[in-house]
C-alpha cells in the first residue's frame, strides 16, 4: 500500500531543523522572529475575513430595504404628486420592522473606530443623494430621476459585495491552504456510560424524599413541609413557609406600596421628547429612529404623570403635548413588531380613519386629567381654607381689664422667676421676640401661625410661667369714649376671670 504524504507539505513551520542562517545572525532569535511574522500575518488574515463577512452583513440588509424602497415607488406611481409628501411616504412604508433597524453587532476588533449607522440612517442619506442628484439634473420628470438614481445606488451596492465576495474567497483559500496546530481536531471517539432505568431513578428519589420528610420536626400541614417525588424542592422554597407552616404571603399594603414606587417621573429622553411639537410627524419618527428606548412602557407611564403635574400646575398645553406623545409611543409599541412604521403611515395619510382615532384617544385622556385635576385642586383649596378659620387667640373676657404680658428676666434668683424664664426661652424665637414687645397683638399674630394644638400647648406654657396677668385699665368719664365703656361695664354680668383662648 502507497501512502500519500503530500498533504504534509502544507504543514506551516517556524523551527525547522534543517533551516539555515547566515552565521551573523542568532538562529534563535531568527526562529522567534519569523514565529512572530507568521502569527501576526495569520491574526491579519483572520481580521480581514471577519471584516469583509460583517459588511457583506451590513450590504445585504441595505440591499432588502432598497428593494422595498423600489417597490413602493412603483406601487404607488399613480399617487406621484408632490415630490416631498411620496418620496416621504415610501420611506416611510419601506423602513421594516422597527426591531430590525439596528444593524447587528460587529464582531470583537471590527469597526472599532467609528459607529455603525441604522439602516434608517442609511435609507435617509440614500434618499438625500438621490434628491440632490434629481435637483442638480434639472430634469422635469423628477418620479424616473428618483427610480434611476436608485437603481444606480443599487448597482453599486452589489458592485461591491461582488468585490468583497472575491476579496473573501482570496483570504480563506490563503487561510486554508496550511495546516497549524488549530486545525487538530479529535476525528474518532466514543464512549460508554452504564445507567440504570428511569424506574429505579424515580424510585431512589422516592425513598430520599420520605426519609426527609420523616426527620421533620414540628411538622406543619403535609402539603407545605412535604414535598412532591417529582418537584425539585430547595432551600430557596424553604424560606417562604414560617413556623406554623403558613407560606408567607404580600399584603396587600406592600402590594400597594410596590405600584406606587414603580410610578416614575418622565426621563429626560421623554421629556425631550414632549417638546416636539404635536403634528411634526417626521421630527418624530427620526427621534424614534435615534433613540429606540423611547418606545418602551415606561416612557408613556412617565410622560402621562408629567401630562398630570403640569395640568396640576396649570400648565395646560404643555400637559396635552405630553399626552399625545405618550399614547403616539403606547400606539407604536401595540400595534405589533412594525408598529412605528405603520402608525406614521396611517396618521399621515390623509383622511385616513386612524387619524380620527387617535386624536379622539388623545382628547379623551386629556380631559380626564384635566377633570381629575380641577378636582384635586379644589380639594385643596377647600382644606387650606378650613385650616385658616380656626386660630388661637388672646382676648381678656371681662370689660375693662386687660392682658399684661410679664417676660421673667434672666438671671434671676427667685426660684419661680428662674422656672418661668427657662419655660420662656424653650419658646421660638418669633414667640420670644413677640413677648418682649409687650404687644398682645404681635403675640397674638405668631399664635395664628401656629396648628391649633401648638398655639393650645404655648398658651398654657405662658399660663404656668405667670408671663400673663389681668389688669385694670383706668377709663376717662369725660370723653365719649369713657362713658361708652363705663355703660358696657354696667350692663355686661358673669364674666369669667383671667384671659380665654378663642377659636
Known amino acids: 500500500m502507497v501512502l500519500d504524504y503530500s498533504k504534509w507539505d502544507a504543514l506551516e513551520l517556524s523551527d525547522d531543523s534543517d533551516i539555515e542562517v547566515h552565521p551573523n545572525v542568532d538562529k534563535r532569535s531568527f526562529i522567534r522572529a519569523k514565529q512572530n511574522q507568521i502569527h501576526q500575518e495569520r491574526a491579519q488574515r483572520r481580521h480581514e475575513i471577519e471584516t469583509l463577512k460583517y459588511e457583506r452583513i451590513i450590504n445585504d440588509g441595505l440591499l432588502r430595504r432598497i428593494d422595498t424602497l423600489l417597490s413602493e415607488i412603483r406601487t404607488h406611481e399613480s399617487e406621484a404628486k408632490d415630490e416631498n409628501t411620496f418620496i416621504y411616504q415610501a420611506l416611510i412604508s419601506s423602513a421594516g420592522d422597527a426591531g430590525d433597524d439596528e444593524p447587528p453587532k460587529p464582531p470583537d476588533g471590527v469597526h472599532t473606530q467609528t459607529s455603525q449607522p441604522r439602516y434608517s440612517q442609511m435609507m435617509a442619506s440614500l434618499v438625500d443623494q438621490v434628491k440632490k442628484e434629481v435637483g442638480d439634473s434639472q430634469s422635469r420628470d423628477w418620479y424616473k430621476g428618483y427610480v434611476t438614481g436608485i437603481e444606480g445606488h443599487k448597482k453599486k451596492v452589489l458592485a461591491l459585495q461582488k468585490e468583497l465576495l472575491l476579496k473573501l474567497d482570496s483570504f480563506e483559500k490563503e487561510e486554508k491552504r496550511r495546516i497549524t496546530s488549530e486545525s487538530i481536531h479529535t ?7 452504564a445507567k440504570g432505568s428511569v424506574s429505579n431513578l424515580k424510585n431512589n428519589g422516592h425513598d430520599k424524599i420520605k426519609s426527609k420528610a420523616v426527620e421533620v420536626l414540628n411538622p406543619g400541614p403535609k402539603s407545605l413541609n412535604t414535598p412532591h417525588p417529582d418537584s425539585a424542592a430547595d432551600s430557596g422554597a424553604e424560606a417562604d413557609v414560617d413556623e406554623n407552616g403558613s407560606v408567607l404571603k404580600q399584603t396587600a399594603a406592600d402590594a400597594e406600596e410596590k405600584d406606587e414606587a414603580d410610578v ?22 427620526q427621534f424614534i429612529s435615534e433613540n429606540r428606548d423611547i418606545v418602551a412602557e415606561s416612557a408613556t407611564d412617565g410622560l402621562l404623570v408629567e401630562a398630570f403635574n403640569s395640568q396640576m400646575e396649570k400648565k395646560s398645553e404643555y400637559a396635552k403635548h405630553c399626552v399625545h406623545q405618550a ?26 380613519q386612524a387619524q380620527k382615532v387617535f386624536y379622539d384617544d388623545v382628547n379623551a385622556t386629556y380631559q380626564r386629567i384635566r377633570i381629575r385635576t380641577t378636582e384635586l385642586l379644589a380639594e385643596r383649596a377647600k382644606e387650606s381654607s378650613l385650616e385658616g378659620t380656626e386660630q388661637i387667640q388672646l382676648h381678656a373676657v371681662e370689660p375693662g381689664t386687660d392682658i399684661h404680658i410679664n417676660v421673667p428676666q434672666a438671671g434671676s434668683a427667685d426660684e419661680v422667676e428662674v422656672a418661668a424664664r427657662e419655660i420662656f426661652e424653650r419658646f421660638p424665637p418669633g414667640l420670644q421676640r413677640a413677648l418682649e414687645t409687650g404687644v398682645l397683638d404681635n403675640v397674638n399674630e405668631i399664635l395664628g401661625k401656629m396648628s391649633i394644638e401648638e398655639a393650645e400647648e404655648v398658651v398654657n406654657q405662658l399660663g404656668e410661667g405667670g408671663m400673663l396677668s389681668m389688669e385694670r385699665g383706668i377709663i376717662d368719664g369725660t370723653t365719649e369714649e369713657g362713658k361708652q365703656r363705663i355703660h358696657d361695664l354696667g350692663d355686661s354680668s358673669e364674666h369669667a376671670d383671667g384671659p380665654e383662648s378663642v377659636q
Open 187 to 193: 476525528g474518532f471517539d466514543s464512549s460508554f456510560v
Open 264 to 285: 416614575k417621573e418622565a426621563s429626560p429622553l421623554a421629556k425631550r421628547f414632549a417638546q416636539i411639537r404635536p403634528g411634526d410627524y417626521r421630527a418624530c419618527l
Open 327 to 352: 399614547l403616539l409611543l403606547q400606539y407604536c409599541r401595540s400595534l405589533g413588531r412594525d408598529g412605528v412604521g405603520l402608525f406614521f403611515k396611517r396618521i399621515t395619510t390623509s383622511n385616513h
